[in-house]
T-cell receptor, first 118, second 112 residues
């Protein structure tokens, strides 16, 4: 079955350490996204990638970095510069950029990684 | 910036009752979507309604859109315990295609 796989499901790190969250999709989607979810808040966009070898900052990119070397992979690194890294991180994809508001191409989400930094 | 806001923040009903959630937004939109999130999981797309549509149905779901009031509602009829989840509306900004705006969500509890 096609889908998005995020790993690990839970991640614990000490303050000051960088950590990389994995996101892999086998949907053959061009566009991929990283969102952060905090309790009681909507999803906030961290980074997005319209196509392989391209990515753009979202609303809250400070303290994060990404790469898009392969179409199916969009890893997110949470650096020590991120002030409040503890959160639930969601990866998503869509067939094409700006096509996520099509019934044929909504956003598809992974099951998230819960990161705790102490 | 545009923001979708769901209302109520939390809703608790008995199984078999109908559940209504509302979403308000600030700017003109092309489309509005509703997503569902089970606890600790990713979001799942439920339904999309276009700005020129007023009502749409999908199974037990009914979505309405009032662009004059910049609001939408999601009705789940004959609720089941399995409908327990958080529900989010998502809007796009008609003047900017760069991002989807998610509201903070409504947490629905359906008591068996």
């Amino acid at each position: 079955d096609g889908g998005i796989t995020q790993s690990p499901k839970y991640l614990f790190r000490k303050e000051g350490q960088n950590v990389t969250l994995s996101c892999e999709q086998n949907l053959n989607h061009d566009a991929m996204y990283w969102y952060r979810q905090d309790p009681g808040q909507g999803l906030r966009l961290i980074y997005y990638s319209q196509i392989v070898n391209d990515f753009q900052k979202g609303d809250i990119a400070e303290g994060y970095s990404v790469s898009r070397e392969k179409k199916e992979s969009f890893p997110l690194t949470v650096t020590s510069a991120q002030k409040n890294p503890t959160a639930f991180y969601l990866c998503a994809s869509s067939i094409e950029w700006r096509q996520y508001f099509s019934e044929d191409s909504p956003l598809h989400f992974g099951n998230g990684t819960r990161l705790t930094v102490t | 910036s545009q923001q979708g806001e769901e209302d109520p923040q939390a809703l608790s009903i008995q199984e078999g009752e109908n559940a209504t959630m509302n979403c308000s937004y600030k700017t003109s939109i092309n489309n509005l979507q509703w997503y569902r999130q089970n606890s600790g999981r990713g979001l799942v797309h439920l339904i999309l309604i276009r700005s020129n549509e007023r009502e749409k149905h999908s199974g037990r779901l009914r979505v309405t859109l009032d662009t004059s009031k910049k609001s939408s509602s999601l009705l789940i009829t004959a609720s089941r315990a399995a409908d327990t989840a958080s529900y989010f509306c998502a809007t796009d900004d008609k003047t900017s295609y760069d991002k989807v705006i998610f509201g903070p969500g409504t947490s629905l509890s359906v008591i068996p």
